[in-house]
């Protein structure tokens, strides 16, 4: 079975500072789907970006970027300048060819120093 | 990208009672996913509802106790049976789209 793990409960960044966030995954499939959500108090699931496991370049959208190491299995975001509206839980997230369900990681809450 | 409406977003129940979630999602999608998150903690699937077959429940979760319904492709209900205290959860819906996966807003199930 898939799994997602998140090593870091907690990370605190101050605003307009850049932060990662660290997920590593288990699979022995080849095709696979990652993304990473934001869950801020509203409760509200936000699709930050995602990544498909057959390409090579890293994922960016906007602020946000991720480090892909397909072999290491690690799935890491990267947040630059860094601003009070991403203070949330943000979860890890791997669905297995993309059609399937989504398996999440225990979150990491980020919060955001003015 | 699809857009789901959730409802209740909120709602507080007496045990021994029976509660139905309603999502209607702005576009037909295959498969369409129920998940209960308790507060700070991450999510976990309850089922998947494909339109026009049974629904495929996760370990530790059943039929009798969370039906199903997914009637056509833009909608489905989650229901929540014979309530207890152990229930009190927030339960979303998801559905999968081209790009990714959306999620209703959530509703807040408290059982009294």
């Known amino acids: 079975a898939q799994t997602v793990t998140q090593s870091q409960p907690e990370m605190s960044v101050q605003e307009a500072e850049t932060v990662t966030l660290s997920c590593t995954y288990d699979t022995s499939e080849s095709d696979y789907y990652l993304f990473w959500y934001k869950q801020p108090p509203s409760r509200q699931m936000i699709l930050v970006i995602r990544q498909e496991a057959y390409k090579q370049q890293n994922a960016t959208e906007n602020r946000f970027s991720v480090n892909f190491q397909k072999a290491a299995k690690s799935f890491s975001l990267k947040i630059s300048d860094s601003q009070l509206g991403d203070a949330a839980m943000y979860f890890c997230a791997f669905s297995q060819g993309g059609s399937e369900k989504l398996v999440f990681g225990k979150g990491t809450k980020l919060t955001v120093n003015p | ?112």
Request: hydrophobic letters at 30%; charged letters at 15%; proline letters at 4%.
């Open chain 2, 1 to 112: 990208s699809a857009v789901i409406s959730q409802k209740p977003s909120r709602d507080i129940c007496q045990r021994g009672t029976s509660l139905t979630i309603q999502c209607q999602v702005d576009s037909q999608v295959t498969m369409m996913f129920w998940y209960r998150q308790q507060p700070g903690q991450s999510l976990t699937l309850i089922a998947t509802a494909n339109q026009g077959s049974e629904a495929t429940y996760e370990s530790g979760f059943v039929i009798d106790k969370f039906p199903i319904s997914r009637p056509n492709l833009t909608f489905s209900t989650l229901t929540v049976s014979n309530m207890s205290p152990e229930d009190s959860s927030i339960y979303l819906c998801s559905a999968r789209y081209n790009y990714g996966y959306t999620f209703g807003s959530g509703t807040r199930l408290t059982v009294v």
